[in-house]
């Protein structure tokens, strides 16, 4: 008898794995950042699980929000005065640049592989 009734899942599946296969699979569960059985009910639904984003992923965007501040508060300037420092936006296109290509460089192989 199930210990919980009020359960709405009630099945249970036990299954064998290899000691190769239990570490591929504990692999790929810690890779999403799900737990074991949320990571199961992902795979037998969708028939894949898609990976949690890279662990730096808040500190792009955090970077993006910086950068577009930045940019922001230059394009202020240009549309009140009608003057602006060429280098304070040559730096802020510089930063855009930069993070283009480490969001490139991050997801261009989301497999890993």
Avoid at 24 to 45: A, H, I, T
Wanted: one cysteine or more; hydrophobic letters at 30%; a positive charge.
């Amino acid at each position: 008898m199930d210990s919980k009734p009020n359960r709405k899942r009630k099945n249970r599946l036990n299954i064998y794995l290899s000691d190769d296969e239990y570490r591929s699979f504990l692999d790929k569960v810690q890779e999403s950042g799900l737990n074991m059985n949320e990571f199961c009910r992902q795979q037998f639904k969708n028939g894949k699980v898609i990976a949690a984003p890279p662990a730096d992923f808040r500190r792009l965007i955090w970077e993006l929000k910086r950068i577009g501040s930045n940019l922001d508060q230059v394009l202020f300037r240009l549309n009140s005065i009608g003057d602006y420092e060429k280098e304070d936006l040559k730096t802020c296109i510089g930063e855009i640049h930069d993070v283009i290509k480490l969001l490139y460089q991050t997801f261009k192989n989301p497999g890993g592989s």
